[in-house]
C-alpha cells in the first residue's frame, strides 16, 4: 500500500497560479505512475493530469492543457502539479492517486491508491 497526502490548495482569484504537491510513503514511488483527478459535490471523479513512472510521458485533460503542469521528484517521493491561468471552473477537491503500472493507460480503475484531497477554489 502507498499513503498519500496532498498540499498546496487554497482560494485565489481567476488568473492566478497554485501548484499542489503529493508526497508518497510506504510504496517504491519512482516505479508508478501518479495522477491527479478533481471532483465537485455531485459529479464524477474527472481526470485532470498523469506521469509515467520516470516523467518522460505526462497526459492531460483537454480542459487544463496548456495551463497545468504535472511533474515528479522521484528523489523526494513527490509529484506536482503546476496550474497556472485558474479559472472558476477548476474549483474542486484535488486528489492525488498512484497507479498500478509505470504508465497510464486512461482509465481511474488502474489507480489503487488516493490521498483525501487538497481543495482549490478559483473566484471570479
Known amino acids: 500500500q502507498v499513503q498519500l497526502v496532498e498540499s498546496g490548495g487554497g482560494l485565489v482569484q481567476t488568473g492566478y497560479s497554485l501548484r499542489l504537491s503529493c508526497t508518497a510513503s510506504?510504496?517504491?514511488?519512482?516505479?508508478?505512475?501518479m495522477g491527479w483527478f478533481r471532483q465537485n459535490p455531485g459529479k464524477e471523479r474527472e481526470f485532470v493530469a498523469a506521469?509515467?513512472?520516470?516523467?518522460?510521458?505526462?497526459y492531460y485533460a483537454d480542459s487544463v492543457k496548456g495551463r497545468f503542469t504535472i511533474s515528479r521528484d522521484n528523489a523526494k517521493n513527490t509529484v506536482y502539479l503546476q496550474m497556472n491561468s485558474l479559472k472558476p471552473e477548476d474549483t474542486a477537491v484535488y486528489y492525488c492517486?498512484?497507479?498500478?503500472?509505470?504508465?497510464?493507460?486512461?482509465?481511474?480503475?488502474?489507480?489503487?491508491?488516493w490521498g483525501q484531497g487538497t481543495q482549490v477554489t478559483v473566484s471570479s
Open positions: 506521469i509515467s513512472w520516470s516523467g518522460s510521458n505526462t
Open positions: 492517486a498512484a497507479g498500478s503500472g509505470r504508465y497510464y493507460h486512461g482509465t481511474s480503475a488502474e489507480f489503487g491508491s
Open positions: 510506504g510504496r517504491t514511488f519512482s516505479s508508478y505512475a
